[in-house]
């Protein structure tokens, strides 16, 4: 099974805890062999590849841009840098700025090469375009199954 993930950066420590159980139960659902796609950034997408890995499956790492890595939180850097060199591949997207547009770019990549999309949403509108909420449509528009995974009672 190929399964990728998308959602919210940024959680509180008690969404996080919650998100990390919601993650490890999806995946211990699955039967065989699990292929993570992700693009590693901090947050869902991180803890995901993590939980692929620990669990002897493989991950594949979609970078939305060039500078990409230099976006994302400096503290982030070596989890990124450990998860990059754990992938069994990794699919570039083209672009050079880590923009909106690359990372919804990134995004469609990543829903073209899943079975299933995980999605970490409050269900609410993207804050931005290329936003989870934009990933989840795309990926239903594209006929790819989304399972939405929020905790009951939790915000952003």
Avoid at 108 to 123: S, Y
Wanted: hydrophobic share 40%; with cysteine; glycine share 10%.
């Amino acid at each position: 099974m190929r399964i990728g993930i998308t959602g919210h950066r940024g959680l509180n420590e008690d969404v996080e805890r919650q998100v990390r159980q919601l993650l490890a139960a999806a995946l211990d659902e699955q039967r065989g062999s699990v292929t993570g796609i992700s693009c590693i950034a901090d947050g869902p997408d991180a803890w995901f590849a993590e939980m692929v890995l620990c669990r002897g499956g493989d991950i594949e790492v979609v970078i939305p841009a060039e500078e990409y890595r230099d976006s994302l939180p400096a503290d982030h850097h070596p989890l990124y840098d450990r998860l990059l060199e754990r992938a069994s591949e990794v699919h570039h997207t083209g672009m050079t700025a880590s923009d909106s547009a690359a990372h919804m770019a990134g995004s469609e990549l990543l829903v073209g090469l899943a079975d299933l999309v995980l999605a970490v949403w409050d269900g609410r509108p993207a804050r931005g375009y290329g936003g989870t909420a934009d990933v989840v449509a795309y990926a239903e528009r594209c006929g790819v199954p989304v399972r939405v995974l929020w905790p009951d009672g939790a915000s952003r």
